[in-house]
């Protein structure tokens, strides 16, 4: 089989990857829970070629992108649910809705903030047509919380349920409540260490990082922005260990934690 430019090429890749019998083993394996890490890593994957500028590997990150949309539609369609042309006809209807004055005859032109206004309140329809078609649960109470979007990532998404709550009232005053916070959460995990609790480990170290975005809310700091700090900090500090190691001649795996841990107090006073 030869590469294409035309999407009908990759279907018929992913269709045969999951075709029974003579398919691929992993991929005949799968279904759409394992599926969504691997969706959300690629999309991040996306998002750092564009902060780095690499067109190139956009053009390959975005592909990757492309096909999680195309194996979930493929699993979709071998459930009878829907097909990769269901999708497309659905997200090419819902652009054309929300911009009438591209594709509908409209007198005169809109101004951009017309059309910020104009896209919030078809979206705000389609919404409602969703809530109308979705199975009630017994209730018909809407809580504040629940037009936050459960698909962003989690940092985001714990950001924008304290933000709706606070605007409420529901929220401390004083950074320093949300530390007492952070140090109550830690004595729980250390109880929890305590009784070996693999699953109360778990949830006290969800309460632990939704604290902690908390803070980041109270001091004004992105909390995805500061771990992706963190993150380079860690790395750029991990090299100079490494380089450190290096001109002794000694690699990371024949020296011991303690001299890994007196080199990374070095990394850090040299910044």
Not at 36 to 41: F, N, W
Request: net charge negative.
């Amino acid at each position: 089989m030869t590469p294409s430019r035309d999407i009908s090429a990759l279907l018929d890749i992913m269709a045969r990857l999951r075709t029974p019998g003579s398919g691929c083993p992993w991929d005949l394996e799968q279904d759409f829970s394992t599926i969504a890490p691997y969706t959300i890593e690629e999309a991040y994957e996306v998002a750092d070629a564009i902060a780095r500028g690499d067109l190139d590997e956009l053009r390959d990150e975005l592909g990757d992108l492309l096909l999680q949309v195309v194996f979930h539609a493929r699993m979709a369609e071998e459930q009878n649910a829907f097909s990769f042309g269901d999708v497309v006809e659905a997200i090419t209807t819902k652009m054309i809705r929300r911009h009438p004055h591209v594709f509908a005859d409209a007198e005169g032109r809109l101004t951009p903030s017309d059309v910020k206004g104009s896209w919030e309140r078809i979206k705000a329809e389609e919404k409602a047509e969703r809530a109308a078609r979705r199975p009630q649960a017994g209730t018909s109470h809407a809580s504040l919380l629940s037009g936050v979007r459960t698909g962003q990532p989690a940092l985001s998404r714990a950001m924008e349920l304290q933000r709706k709550a606070a605007g409420v009232g529901f929220d401390w005053n004083d950074p320093r409540a949300v530390l007492h916070k952070i140090r109550e959460e830690a004595d729980e995990i250390e109880a929890a260490l305590d009784r070996n609790d693999p699953g109360q480990l778990a949830e006290e170290t969800g309460d632990l990082l939704f604290a902690l975005v908390n803070l980041a809310r109270h001091v004004g700091a992105d909390p995805d922005m500061a771990l992706r700090a963190a993150n380079a900090k860690f790395e750029r500090r991990f090299a100079w260990i490494e380089r450190a190691l290096a001109a002794r001649g000694r690699s990371v795996e024949q020296a011991s934690l303690e001299e890994m841990d007196a080199l990374w107090n070095d990394a850090k006073q040299k910044e």
